[in-house]
């Protein structure tokens, strides 16, 4: 069984997207509105697709669904987890996301979206959009109905090393100039509640207001107890940034060897910074990869670099 397999990014062009992802990552993809690199997807939308090795070119959801022992024979009908890189050239809509249950009734049976942002780049005094400052549900309507924005949305200041947890039913939006990477449950369901009314393909994207009013959290947790620490000082090894029900996320800082292990099925790994070998697999900033069950029970590491894991819990 292979250790590691690298994957090759699915990418989503946006109204708000740029060319970062090229310029600072290296990614061979065209364009001036490159808004997410999907780095580890087995989602319908966009999947992720192995690059090399013996299962080059099989797509995520294919090895999840063929060869379940790769993930330590783990249970559940899909791929659990998204892992995204995105850059926000303009400020992106605002918006909220469903929790499981209400995603499987309203669509389709969807998982819901819980998510959480680790601040690759950002400008200085940059703020992100997060929670809201109505006190019941009738205000709330009453100041989105009346387009009071700036009155109804939070914001909090966010510095580079950051990770933000973002629940199902807090309002938030990324920001102009802010470059995080994303981990998520398996799902592109997204209620947008304002686009600032940017016109594309010469109309206003939809927006989702019904449904938002269904699911956004009242009143909304303090936007700055969101922000789970700084871990841009991280020591080098592993450290733990979010823990919640749907997936651990760390931060692995590599200088020369390192090996640790998880006791888990397998497990997702970006790299955001160097570069290095996992196992025998050479990597380097912006490289997705799977490592499998095999690997996870003793993880082997090299170089000079910084990753963001994720995984499952058992």
Not at 203 to 231: G, W
């Amino acid at each position: 069984m292979e250790k590691v397999i690298l994957l090759k990014p699915y990418f989503s062009h946006t109204i708000w997207g740029g060319r970062k992802l090229r310029e600072v990552f290296g990614y061979d993809e065209p364009g001036d509105d490159i808004g997410e690199c999907w780095g580890i997807s087995a989602h319908p939308v966009g999947e992720s697709t192995a690059l090399g090795g013996e299962y080059d070119g099989k797509r995520l959801s294919e090895l999840w669904n063929e060869h379940r022992e790769l993930f330590g024979n783990a249970s559940g009908d899909r791929f659990p987890l998204l892992v995204k890189i995105i850059d926000a050239r303009e400020d992106l809509s605002i918006q909220v996301h469903p929790d499981d249950e209400y995603a499987g009734v309203h669509e389709n049976g969807s998982l819901g979206k819980k998510e959480c942002w680790y601040v690759l780049d950002c400008p200085e005094d940059a703020e992100l959009v997060i929670g809201h400052n109505a006190k019941t549900a009738d205000e709330l309507r009453s100041m989105i109905h009346d387009g009071r924005w700036n009155e109804l949305i939070g914001k909090v200041k966010v510095r580079k090393g950051d990770v933000i947890q973002i629940d199902p039913g807090t309002i938030h939006s990324i920001t102009a100039g802010v470059c995080i990477l994303e981990t998520q449950q398996s799902s592109d369901i997204t209620y947008r509640l304002y686009d600032y009314d940017r016109i594309r393909n010469g109309k206003k994207r939809e927006l989702h207001i019904d449904k938002s009013l269904d699911v956004i959290t009242v009143p909304s947790p303090d936007a700055n107890d969101m922000v789970v620490k700084n871990a841009s000082a991280c020591d080098p090894g592993v450290t733990c940034l979010v823990d919640c029900d749907r997936y651990r996320v760390s931060k692995v800082r590599v200088s020369g060897d390192l090996s640790f292990a998880c006791d888990v099925g397998f497990v997702n790994a970006s790299v955001i910074e160097g570069s290095g070998k996992v196992f025998d697999t050479d990597v380097r900033k912006g490289s997705h990869m799977l490592i499998t069950a095999e690997g996870a029970e003793n993880i082997v590491m090299s170089g000079d670099m910084e990753l963001i894991i994720s995984y499952i819990k058992n």
